[in-house]
């Protein structure tokens, strides 16, 4: 059964500093990681998604790597900002291309 | 506006009352899916329906039914049989057809049963 373990569980960095987030399965054989966002009380926002093939994805500030073979994933935020402020989960999509499995999240904390 | 939504955004029930919360997207996706959400935790899969008519238990799928009788609709059902039912519920959708099977989320039900 696939596992997915975020570290660190929680963050607090000053604004305008470039941060990593990691995301480890015990898997390998996923289809796809993805990566959301997701405010206090609020649904989930997709950030990226990296696809079994592909080694990392771009969009903005935001870099995502898939470095399958070890069974981890990244998320590279450069500039952070107080909006950045956020829960950002990682999830593990199985070879059936349906069920997701997530980590239990990094609550980041972008301060002024 | 393309999208899922979720009603209501909060919820109260008495414990042994079963409860139905609504899920509705437009997006033409044919994938729909149930998380439960407990504090401090990450997501759950609750039921998934890759087609209409069909769904398949999750990880957590006891006390709670749903149906798929229309494409757009997938309502979930927490019934008395659910030891603690309190929690964020949140609706997902994909698109089998594209193939990546980016799921996209609605905004979120929060049950407080008493």
């Known amino acids: 059964k696939q596992e997915v373990t975020q570290i660190p569980a929680a963050l607090s960095v000053p604004e305008g500093e470039n941060l990593v987030l990691n995301c480890s399965f015990t898997d390998s054989a996923i289809y796809n990681l993805q990566w959301f966002r997701q405010d206090p009380g609020k649904g989930l926002t997709s950030l990226l998604l990296i696809q079994s093939s592909q080694r990392e994805q771009t969009s903005g500030r935001l870099n995502a790597s898939l470095d399958k073979s070890s069974g981890r994933s990244t998320l590279y935020i450069a500039a952070s900002q107080p909006g950045d402020s956020a829960t950002y989960l990682c999830a593990a999509q199985e070879t059936s291309g349906s069920r997701l499995t997530f980590g239990e999240g990094t609550q980041l904390t972008v301060n002024p | 506006d393309g999208g899922i939504t979720q009603s209501p955004k909060y919820l109260f029930r008495k414990e042994g009352q079963n409860v139905t919360l609504s899920c509705e997207q437009n997006?033409?996706?044919?994938?729909m899916y149930w998380y439960r959400q407990d504090p401090g935790q990450g997501l759950r899969l609750i039921y998934y329906?890759?087609?209409?008519?069909?769904?398949q238990k999750g990880d957590i799928a006891e006390g709670y039914s749903v149906s798929r009788e229309k494409k757009e609709s997938f309502p979930l059902t927490v019934t008395s049989a659910q030891k603690n039912p309190t929690a964020f519920y949140l609706c997902?959708?994909?698109?089998?057809?594209?193939?990546?099977?980016?799921?996209?989320f609605g905004p979120g039900t929060r049950l407080t049963v008493t």
């Open positions: 329906s890759q087609i209409v008519n069909d769904f």
């Open positions: 997006l033409n996706h044919d994938a």
């Open positions: 997902a959708s994909s698109d089998r057809g594209l193939g990546a099977y980016e799921q996209y």
